[in-house]
């Protein structure tokens, strides 16, 4: 298995918090993603990086913002989490662009 | 219509039957294509990459059909491990890769 890690695993917190997720990789992967799953919808693209500084949107992504200052670290802001923004959250990494290898998730309930 | 579309199922079928998913994608620039799996409440995880050829592993076979813009897979002697969603993906050479909703298998005794 790819080396991917994500935390936290489980969060719940107030509308209106600010919430930052971590993806770890290992693997020295140039490209990492952020998804979020919710019924009905499938996989739907946050925001991505191609680079340590590169980062671009998604189709969902406001409301969120990222930052990758190091080739393994991608994380995911919430500024201020709205119930909206209940979810299932991978991180997916891919060398290529091609095929992607996904972190475990986070499950983010807002209260 | 959405750029990558599957049925989403269920398909309910027995132990040891064959079972196929048909996966549409509308961007006909698109170059490469592959099939996830997603068991519940676990991450997406490759199954397979999908060849212009049509590729084999073991009891999976994915083919592409360039002409009509589908990918198909085929699931050969059905177990119930296979129960799962399948995801299909579709690339266009870009940073993106799209993906379908899924398509859920369920097999039972």
């Known amino acids: 298995d790819a080396g991917i890690t994500q935390s936290p695993r489980h969060k719940v917190t107030e509308t209106g918090t600010p919430v930052t997720l971590r993806c770890h990789q290992t693997e020295n992967h140039r490209y990492m993603y952020w998804y979020r799953q919710d019924p009905g919808h499938g996989l739907r693209l946050i925001h991505y990086s191609y680079g340590v500084k590169d980062t671009d949107k998604g189709e969902v992504s406001d409301g969120y913002s990222v930052s990758r200052s190091k080739t393994e670290d991608f994380l995911l802001t919430l500024e201020s989490a709205t119930s909206s923004q209940t979810s299932v959250y991978f991180c997916?990494?891919?060398?290529?662009?091609?095929?992607?290898?996904f972190g475990p998730g986070t499950r983010l309930l807002v209260l | 219509r959405k750029e990558v579309e599957q049925d989403p199922g269920p398909f309910n079928v027995p132990e040891g039957a064959t079972v196929a998913f048909n996966c549409t994608y509308s961007?006909?620039?698109?170059?490469?294509f592959f099939w996830y799996r997603q068991d519940c409440r676990k991450e997406p995880k490759l199954l397979m990459s999908?060849?212009?050829s049509g590729n084999e592993d073991g009891r999976f076979t994915a083919q592409l059909n360039r002409a009509s813009q589908y990918i198909s897979l085929l699931i050969r002697d059905s177990k119930l491990s296979d129960s799962a969603t399948y995801l299909c993906v579709v690339n266009r050479r870009s940073y993106i890769p799209t993906f379908g909703r899924g398509t859920s298998l369920i097999v039972h005794p």
């Open positions: 961007n006909s620039a698109s170059q490469s």
């Open positions: 997916a990494i891919s060398a290529e662009a091609e095929t992607q290898y």
């Open positions: 999908v060849y212009s």
